[in-house]
């Protein structure tokens, strides 16, 4: 866990979803679009977002085969200042001077991780604050391994290790809890993270074409009515002529399970106001948050201590 403190108070804030297109194998192109439209979803909104967020994978192209290839030594301490400067990694440094350019909080996705001490891929989240620091690092702990005959058979595990660490990180305006994509399939992690103090979970994500209209919006619902936080995913645009097909409709989802933001399929800057009385009167009206029964399901309790 990276933060023990107690959380910020809720406070309102605008947050924008970049469903990012053209995500193609030249890495430079796919760092320059990026960059490109941070800087646009910053500009084009009458209020300036607060919290701008990339898709999964943004810097190279999805699947395990690409992953090594892509991959980029970070080499970030959780709780040790991290000198952008002297970062290996192209894809920090740019988001760290976007970050910094625009003054604004920006989860950048994910992008492949190299760890050169133990050979080891990780599929791996960077968080930057307003003055482009690299503030926390979420490397998906759950690996997509699936296999629905006839459909899609995916194993992240051929080529990438599962991180180990649940991580939230605290900005002026909210606790944010951060997962990648099927991690969002794990209840137990939203449940700690929100326990923790988390009152919105974010998830960079690239469902597909099967399990997407199925699960996409479902999970996001389930996390946030059990939880009664705001939970958001934000996808890839979908790319018919790339080796994965992500399902896109990045989406945002207040503490009633209500979807309140959500793109189709193509190329999309979306912006949802978080309103922060809704989280408070979900949890007055239906208050589950203060009926856990913990006495009854102790290792409940215990894993969110
Ligand atoms: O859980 C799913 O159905 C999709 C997950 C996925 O695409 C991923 O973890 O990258």
């Not at 192209?61 to 290996?88: L, N, R």
């Not at 950048?108 to 080891?120: A, L, N």
């Not at 990438?160 to 909210?174: C, H, P, Q, R, S």
Request: hydrophobic share 40%.
């Amino acid at each position: 866990m990276s933060i023990l403190t107690r959380a910020p108070v809720l406070k309102p804030f605008t947050l924008a979803l970049i469903q990012l297109g053209n995500i193609g194998d030249n890495k430079a192109a796919n760092l320059k679009h990026a960059r490109e439209m941070i800087l646009r979803a910053t500009r084009d909104h009458p209020k300036k977002p607060d919290l701008v967020v990339l898709p999964e994978c943004f810097n190279s192209p999805y699947g395990h085969v690409h992953f090594p290839v892509y991959a980029e030594k970070i080499g970030y301490t959780p709780g040790q200042a991290y000198d952008v400067g002297t970062s290996e990694s192209e894809s920090v440094k740019m988001l760290s001077e976007v970050a910094k350019e625009t003054k604004t909080w920006l989860i950048g996705g994910s992008i492949p991780e190299r760890d050169t001490q133990k050979e080891t891929y990780y599929n791996t989240c960077t968080v930057y604050n307003p003055q482009g620091d690299l503030v926390a690092l979420h490397r998906k702990i759950h690996l997509f391994d699936i296999d629905i005959p006839g459909k899609i058979t995916f194993k992240e595990s051929e080529s990438l290790t599962g991180g180990n660490v649940i991580n939230m990180f605290d900005t002026e305006f909210a606790r944010i809890g951060l997962g990648i994509c099927y991690d969002v399939r794990f209840p137990e992690l939203a449940m700690i993270a929100a326990r923790k103090g988390a009152q919105v979970l974010i998830y960079p994500g690239a469902f597909n074409l099967t399990t997407g209209p199925l699960h996409w919006e479902l999970l996001q619902r389930a996390r946030a009515n059990d939880n009664q936080v705001f939970v958001s995913m934000c996808s890839p645009a979908r790319d018919l002529t790339a080796g994965y097909h992500a399902w896109g409709h990045s989406m945002v989802v207040n503490p009633l399970g209500e979807v309140i933001a959500e793109a189709d399929e193509n190329e999309r800057i979306i912006y949802a106001g978080i309103d922060a009385n809704i989280l408070e009167e979900t949890r007055k009206g239906i208050p589950v948050t203060t009926q856990r029964r913990f006495d009854v399901y102790p290792d409940v309790s215990a894993a969110a201590q």
